[in-house]
């Protein structure tokens, strides 16, 4: 008899044990940081390439720029032509045989064959887009009968203005009328930025200057210049946020885009100790003031010795469409200083908060995207053309004339206000 087969119980197969919970999550994290370690790495890697293969286009900072003149400190190399960065922008300047902006590199002789206009500014006027894109240049193609000087240079206020007109004049350089772009910078430069030297008008400028920034500025800036992808995320969510009302933007730039010190001084109390850039040292607010209508009472008396009419053109900021109005205080002091001086004055404030109104209640911040460079103050080509337009219209109300010299004086001059 064969014995029984012998039975075999085989025990169940034990389940795999799961890890736990947190190796889990640990290993989730360690995936995501590997991830974004390797963008970063690949963006920086990229954003390398890209900025060599932009230094060989523009070169180095500003081109066409100078910081070798005994009066004005700085200024624009005459007969020049280069493809200049600003921001993420890339455009062409060229400049005249006066050291001027112009469309393209040319001789200015002295006297003209057509009227011609001296347009006075900062780098709002100077214009930090293309030519025809710049208020000056589209000015210039609605207008052939006259010829248009630019004379803004980033950075000037009252003092060069007055500079940059008396060297043309004592050059012997012929014009008829002045019209100058009171920037809301003018009133901090003249207080904190720059100092006179001596009786001839020349200037000099702070030799410090502090910067308002925190970590998140200084983490911004870095991923601005190092990381193109990166930035093209973070800008993303920064169009959005100000797209429905979070006027909040910083872009390492000295602060927030939408409350500088340098404009915000017309709507709340600013420093009159703290210096460049953060307060309006040593001067103050008033002391800036006072000397910008002194610089603008030298220039607008030098010209009318040769009967050449003065004109004040201003215009608001981001902040301004933010936290003023359209009779800012800006408005009311050079409206005030006009008065029986200027042959036109404009202010383009109520076209800025007439186009901020047309935004919807749930895209209230729509206006800055479609008016300004975005992450900047100035206007991008469709901001220059509402200031163009405002300008052409007093322009055309108002006609420049060619002036003649007086041997009994300038005229009485009269003010002439758009609003």
Known sequence: MSPAPSTRLESPEKPPVA???????????????????????????????VKANELQVTGKGLGCFTVRDPMRVFGLRANCSCTRAWGGLRYSLATNSLGFRDEQIREVPLAGDKPRVLMLGDSFTEGMLAWQDSFVGQIAARFPQYEFLNGGVGGYSPSNYLNTARRALRHGLDFDEAIVFIDLSDAQDEAAFYRDVDDSGAVAIAERHYFNRNWYSNL???????????????????????????????????????????SA???????????????????????????????????WQELAQRNIPISVVVYPYPGSLVHDSVDSRQVRIWREWCQGKCKRFISVFPEFFAAKQQCSRLQPGCWYAKYFVFGDIHYNAAGNAIVANVVSQNLSSLPVQAHTLSPNGPPAATATANH
């Open 19 to 49: 890890p736990p919970r947190g190796a889990k999550l640990l290993m989730l994290l360690f995936t995501l940081l590997f991830c974004l370690g390797l963008f970063l790495g690949l963006d920086w890697l990229h954003t390398r390439r």
């Open 265 to 299: 001084w017309t709507y709340r109390t600013m420093s009159d100790t703290l210096p460049f850039e953060v307060g309006f040292g040593p001067l103050g607010v008033e002391g800036g003031i006072a000397k910008e209508k002194q610089k603008m009472d030298l220039l």
């Open 220 to 262: 911004r800036m870095a991923v601005s210049d190092h990381l193109l992808l990166t930035n093209f995320i973070f800008e993303l969510v920064e169009r959005t946020l100000v797209r429905f009302g979070c006027y909040h933007l910083d872009r390492g730039n000295n602060g927030n885009e939408f409350d500088f010190e340098k």
